[in-house]
């Protein structure tokens, strides 16, 4: 597979490491959380292949495209539009999360406004942008960032203060039913394959998936899920870990670099993590902004040759920011992004049954021509 293939299934499951995932996680730490991450993970592997699979028949073709060639328009708008809202939504939890870790952490004397305008500057020019420039931007980020990343894993995993017992403590729960939510949230991780849905007009020739790509994603997929629940664990205990609002940033500051420049690891890990979280927000965006423009047509509404329409939604997306941003907080998005999680249980098999039709319909009408 193309190496931007592995870009947009990867971001997806580390972007995540820090936001509502793994307090959702922890919240359930005694009721199913680790039995959950592991059904959650085979699902989720089960989605990859059955994506990657689909859209690998179809190169260079986007789902808009197929809905249009192959369901009746009504349905196709409404199933659009649909989509619209999903992907917003999960751009706009990304952007909040991060616009309050940003403030918090970062520039407590910035408002909450500011914050969110002066991300949304950076990101709302960048869904415009063609398919192929996106994932260029997303692969110079991604080099950039995912060493020093791992670095932080690995540092995490070696440091002298983790205690290795609250981990063995936190396996001893693994014989407990799962529960709803915690499959929900992991399984998030592994749908970053989803954005094939028009990414896949980057991919136009037919690209090589089979066991070893499998395997690949299979041995990342489980480390992300082991390191993102247990080293929080082993530095913040078992008992307690649920009481915090971030684990993973109190576990970043629980660490060290004695002979760095900058000795709190937290810093770095929060810089790093934003530049992961602005492309993340872009990828979702983008994929907005494509499926809208497969309803209107942008060219039709101009002014002295400028269209319009692409500022209207920036517009629109923006003021729905910023109004969201002010009325929801940690706690109001801790249960908002867990309703989104439980959604995607219901939306993901209705986009795998319409994927299923279109291939059906694709091959019934290859027979007519034969």
Known sequence: MSRYYYYLVLVNMFANIITSV?????????????ISMILAMIVGLI???FFTKFFNSFPGKTLPDMLKQTMPKWFTVIFTFVLVIVWFVAGLITLITYTILLIRFLTPET?????????????????????DKVLYTI??????????????FVKAYLDEHIEWLYIKVAFTHINTFPQIIPFAAVLFLFLGVMNLIIFNQFFTVKQTFGWKQI?????????VLFTTYFIPVGFQGFENIDTMMYPWISTADSMRMRYGVIERVVFIFLLFYLAFSVISLLIHWHVTIELLKSVFNFNKLKVRGIQVIPFIIITIFSLITIIAVQFINELNLYFFTSYFFVSLLFLVPCLMLVLWIIKRRFKQHDKKES
């Not at 793994?22 to 680790?34: C, E, S, T």
């Not at 692969?139 to 932080?152: A, S, V, Y």
């Not at 395997?215 to 480390?223: D, E, H, Q, R, V």
């Open 139 to 152: 692969e110079i980020i991604f080099i950039i960032t995912m060493p020093l990343i791992i670095f932080i």
């Open 215 to 223: 395997s690949a994603l299979t041995l990342i997929g489980s480390g």
């Open 111 to 131: 408002s909450l406004v500011m914050g969110t305008i002066t991300i949304l500057l950076f990101v709302t020019f960048g869904c415009f942008m063609k398919a």
């Open 47 to 49: 989605c990859i292949t």
């Open 22 to 34: 793994p307090v959702i996680l922890f919240q359930n730490r005694k009721d199913g959380a680790i």
